[in-house]
């Protein structure tokens, strides 16, 4: 026999006549290496082999043609002889009466990818009249790269009842997705991780065992030419072994006599040596130990079961969980459920256990014991196709179910307060849908809770509204962020409603909003009341108002009465003409103040940089200043924006300033500060040098008609508190007799509702 770099060599000079003249004259040949299986070392199969007998280069092998014949395109009718000349030699073995035997036939790349082959096939097994179970395809892990043609192919091949077998796997770049998807029968291992004794090769080997039995796959080695191959491939399940320590390629009438005889080939190489079986028997042993003690150290629990006729009988139990569960090894083990558990929890653990015995995969389920709460994976082990055994692992979840208890209750409470507040609360979805309703929307709406669900919140929401109530919605789901709204609505009965709610966003652990909760208050009559009282504090303003108005307006007049009557005597004096005119620009002021209280309020509002506002009151104090020899220090530089009306803050600061300079009859200073108050308010203080107050008086500062001055109304300051009041601001005064006067205004940066 030719060395494979002879073969080589003589494959290179091959022609492509010899070639043709080969197919014509049928120089081919088969030979069936056998397939033997490893747990009872019979021969369950072959595989089918070519080769060459040339005339003149002798023996050769398939590397040495294999390729020429794929450059010349001759492989797909070589690959068609070897199919259809293997159904009929594994025909005539049957008919003779040999036991039947499965025939491993390759498929070459173009056969697979570029022919009609589930024809081919079809063709082959009807003219040897073979049944397709005898039949096995071997195609390469290469092959399968385009997974939806292979898919497609190998589906139909199945349905023919041929096996399909994936060669010279751990080779190639298949994934384990590949295999899980394709309907194949066997992983044939190449012979490349058989041979090297390297620990990366045997734990590549051991993987790709381990694979195949998690997806119910035979295992097949080729190449074992050494008893150490044969003893790895035991020591870790494989399922069938091919090679030359079994035997070497055989002629169809050697296999035929090797078939006669149904020998067990492998039985003098597992009898020979008893010592060594002793060995290994020890070695396994001392490797359960180690197994065993692993699975005590463990923080879970692992036990087994086997089913002996219909009961199930625990063969491990191992692990930390176990002893928390108050149980030893020794009151489990050898038992039955029935044996240590009560017949109801027993009784539904079996019926889980069984469920995982008849293959169902993700089998899972709770337990209890002791106050010890846990969670079980099943998953069935296979043995030749077969399940061997259940193993179940454990692990301990007291922890999460005492914190789901506690979420439970905590839940429930909520619920409780929930469904007994008078205030109805609402879920809304990002639809704007009601997912959920309290009771207490009867005694708002009228309606039970079971109608509001699944529709839209806007049915609760006058037409007049329902725009604002959806911006509202939309803004908290996009900001992230509460809002209040006042809407109307109308009750069940057909009554009319003023509402007040509020949207409070409910986040995700990824930070977006997920639902939002709607509290809604029924303020109706609230309202009313505020307007009523509202209504009675104007008519009794209105009536002091008349009461001053009266008093103060009698002195002037008394005063222009009598100078009148004195002009009718002279008419040369002019003070008394001043006199007049100054009592005239009083009650004038004094008018003035009246008809801005009578006004509504400006809706004039706008971003103003408070120091401009400033400067301007100061500009317009300069002379009053002036003429009491008083000093404005402004300290006010830093640029600020508020939202107001501008006038009417500018009054304020006139009126504020006014007062100061008023307080100091002999002059003096007044300084004006600005400062920033945290990120949403700016203050203005106004600090002067005059007499200062008694703290009964500070009480007293913004009542309606009181005033610090000897002919003072007090309308000036009380405009200033309404109207600080109006652009939601907030005055304080700091005052001691003689120490003088700081007064401090605060006004919030951020933009205010200007319909206040």
């Known amino acids: ?33 056998p397939q033997i299986e490893l747990v009872s070392g019979e021969l369950i199969g072959v595989e089918a082999l070519i080769r060459w007998e040339h005339p003149e280069k002798g023996y050769l092998l398939p590397h040495a043609f294999l ?14 002889w070897v199919l259809r000349a ?31 082959i589930v024809h081919t096939v079809q063709s082959a097994l009807e003219e040897s009249q073979l049944d397709p179970q005898y039949l096995e395809l071997e195609i390469t892990e290469s092959m399968i790269v ?19 077998s994936i060669d010279d796997y751990g080779t190639g770049y298949s994934s384990i997705r590949d295999l899980q998807r394709l309907p194949i029968d066997k992983l044939k291992m190449d012979q490349s991780l058989i041979h090297e004794s390297k620990t990366d090769e045997i734990s590549i080997t051991k993987t790709i065992i381990a694979i195949a039995r998690s997806l119910r796959l035979q295992v097949v080695a080729e190449g074992v030419e050494t008893d150490e191959h044969m003893e790895m491939l035991k020591e870790n399940m494989c399922d069938l072994v091919q090679g030359y320590l079994i035997s070497v390629p055989v002629s169809a009438e050697e296999m035929r006599r090797i078939l006669e005889q149904q020998q067990v080939l492998l039985q003098s190489t597992w009898e020979e040596d008893k010592q060594k079986q002793s060995v290994m028997f020890e070695a396994l042993c001392l490797a359960r130990q180690k197994l065993l003690q692993t699975l005590r150290k463990q923080q879970g629990m692992t036990f087994t079961t086997i089913k002996n006729e219909d009961r199930y009988i625990i063969t491990l139990c191992e692990g930390e969980l176990l002893y928390r569960l108050g149980l030893v090894p020794e009151q489990v083990v050898g038992k039955e459920l029935f044996d240590f558990l009560s017949a109801q929890d027993a009784d539904r653990k079996i019926r889980y256990i069984e469920r995982a015995w008849n293959g169902e995969e993700n089998v899972n389920y709770e337990g209890a014991l002791n106050g010890v709460h846990y969670l079980a994976c099943l998953r069935a082990m296979y043995v030749q196709d077969q399940v061997k055994e259940v193993v179940a692992y454990c692990v301990d979840i007291t922890e999460r179910k005492i914190a789901e208890e506690a979420l439970r209750e905590s839940e429930a409470n909520y619920r ?17 849908s009601i997912t959920y309703a309290s009771p207490a929307v009867f005694s708002v709406l009228g309606y039970k809770h079971e109608e509001m669900k699944e529709h839209h919140v806007l049915v609760m929401v006058a037409a007049e509204h329902k725009e604002k109530m959806s911006s509202i919605i939309a803004e908290i789901f996009n900001q992230k962020q509460a809002r209040h709204i006042k809407f109307s609505s109308i009750h069940r009965d057909g009554s009319n409603l003023i509402l007040e709610a509020k949207g409070t966003p409910v986040m995700s652990e990824d930070g977006n909003v997920e639902k939002v909760i709607l509290v809604v208050r029924n303020i109706t009559y609230q309202v009313q009341v505020e307007d009523f009282i509202r209504k009675t504090e104007t008519l009794s303003v209105i009536g002091h108002l008349a009461a001053v108005l009266a008093h103060e307006i009698r002195n002037p007049v008394t005063s222009i009465k009598g100078f009148v009557q004195l002009l009718k005597g002279e008419h040369s004096k002019q003070e008394y003409f001043d006199i007049m005119l100054a009592e005239f620009h009083q009650l004038e002021k004094i008018l003035r103040e009246f008809i801005f209280l009578t006004q509504r309020q400006s809706n004039h509002f706008e971003a103003s940089n408070i120091s401009h506002i400033l400067l301007q009151a100061i500009s317009d104090l300069d002379e009053k200043a002036k003429q009491g020899q008083v000093c404005i220090v402004n300290e006010c530089t830093e640029p600020v924006s508020i939202w107001c009306d501008s006038s009417q803050i500018r009054h304020v600061f006139v009126t504020l300033i006014s007062n100061a300079i008023d307080s100091m009859p002999n002059g003096g200073v007044v300084r004006i500060i600005q400062r920033l108050e945290g990120d949403d308010q700016v203050l203005i203080r106004i600090v002067d040098q005059g007499c200062g107050m ?29 109207i600080i009041e109006y652009h939601q601001g907030v005055i304080h005064f700091f005052s001691s007799p003689n120490q003088g006067t700081t007064v401090d205004v605060y006004f919030p940066i951020n933009q205010v509702r200007s319909n206040l």
């Open 146 to 164: 385009d997974a939806m043609h292979s898919l497609v192919v190998i589906q139909k091949l199945k349905q023919l009842g041929v096996k399909i």
């Open 694 to 722: 008694s703290e009964e008086r500070l009480h007293r500062l913004g009542e309606p008609f009181y005033s610090t001055k000897e002919k003072g109304t007090g309308l000036g300051l009380m405009i200033s508190y309404k």
């Open 1 to 33: 026999m030719f060395s494979p770099n002879a073969n080589e060599l003589l494959g290179a000079q091959i022609k492509e006549e010899e070639f043709i003249r080969a197919l014509e004259q049928q120089e081919f040949l088969l030979l069936f290496q």
């Open 67 to 80: 390729p020429f014949a794929e450059a010349c395109h001759a492989i797909v009718p070589m690959g068609d």
């Open 416 to 432: 409780l307060i929930t469904e007994n507040m008078s205030d109805l609360v609402c879920v809304l979805d990002h639809q704007g």
């Open 86 to 116: 293997a159904c009929k030699q594994n025909k005539a073995w049957q008919t003779a009466g040999l036991p039947p035997i499965v025939m491993a036939v390759n498929l070459s790349a173009v056969q697979f990818l570029e022919t009609d």
